[in-house]
């Protein structure tokens, strides 16, 4: 579904990803773990052209990387960006409607579904997304990507400040969503996404360090010292 090949991306003369190739199957769960700076965060961003960039992004057989950021969202990539990013002034529906720019059709439908999916979210239709705790903007967030109906969701740090249980139901949403789309998964809780993952890659200082199958890293002594305390 998704090859990136030698992926470079700079911020000045600073390499925040160097030259990394990995690739994304179809139905599956991939999670990029890593510390703070590896370079996951402008992995994704490279993937939706939002930084500069070197290298290539293969979608379905097409080099997307010189597409605008939101003709790459039409060809079913969504991002779900570390910190929420939220419109704090819009309400609830109003993000939806925004997460529907590219899908107005289906509208109606699809934001039924997704407060069937966010309980916490239905109750709160016209509250403003600003006034809502860290957990529900998070479920907003990801609510508004899943509007445009994407193949392939990205999400960047989705338990990122966020109390067990609340990380703990977006999991298990996350989980449930791979019947029905791919999704790569950045996140720092390498344990939960290790768990929920198909195949996963480690990042470290812009490059990949190791990469196999999810449950086998899970076992993996210099994973586990690393990434998961142990």
């Known amino acids: 579904m ?3 090949k030698n992926l470079e991306v700079y911020y000045g003369v600073i390499a925040a990803v160097r030259g990394i190739s990995f690739s994304v199957k179809e139905g599956q769960i991939v999670t990029l773990i890593g510390s703070n700076g590896a370079g996951k965060t402008s992995t994704l961003n490279a993937i939706v ?26 060809r079913g990539i969504s991002l779900v960006p570390e910190g929420r990013k939220v419109f704090i002034n819009l309400s609830v ?13 289906n509208f109606e439908i699809l934001r039924k579904k997704m407060y ?22 998070q479920m907003l967030a990801i609510a508004r990507a899943l509007m445009s109906e994407p193949k392939l ?12 249980k609340i990380v703990g139901e977006l999991f298990s949403v996350i989980e449930k969503l791979k019947e029905e789309m791919t ?14 993952a198909d195949w996963a890659y480690v990042l470290e200082n812009g490059s990949i360090g190791l990469e196999n199958n999810a449950e086998i890293l899970l076992g993996n002594d210099e994973v586990r010292k690393k990434y998961l305390g142990g």
Do not use: C, W
Request: aromatic letters at 6%.
């Open 116 to 137: 069937e999916m966010f309980p916490r979210l239905s109750g709160r239709k016209d509250q403003l997304a600003g006034t809502m705790s860290g957990g529900e903007q």
């Open 153 to 164: 969701l990205m999400l960047d740090e989705p338990s990122l400040g966020l109390a067990p």
């Open 49 to 74: 052209n939002s930084v500069k960039k070197k290298g290539i992004v293969d979608y379905y057989g097409v080099d997307i990387g010189n597409l605008k950021t939101h003709e790459i969202v039409r």
């Open 2 to 4: 998704l090859k990136v």
């Open 183 to 196: 999704i790569l998964l950045i996140e720092q809780n390498a344990f939960a996404a290790l768990k929920i």
């Open 93 to 105: 529906d109003e993000n939806l409607r925004m997460g529907a720019f590219n899908n107005d059709e």
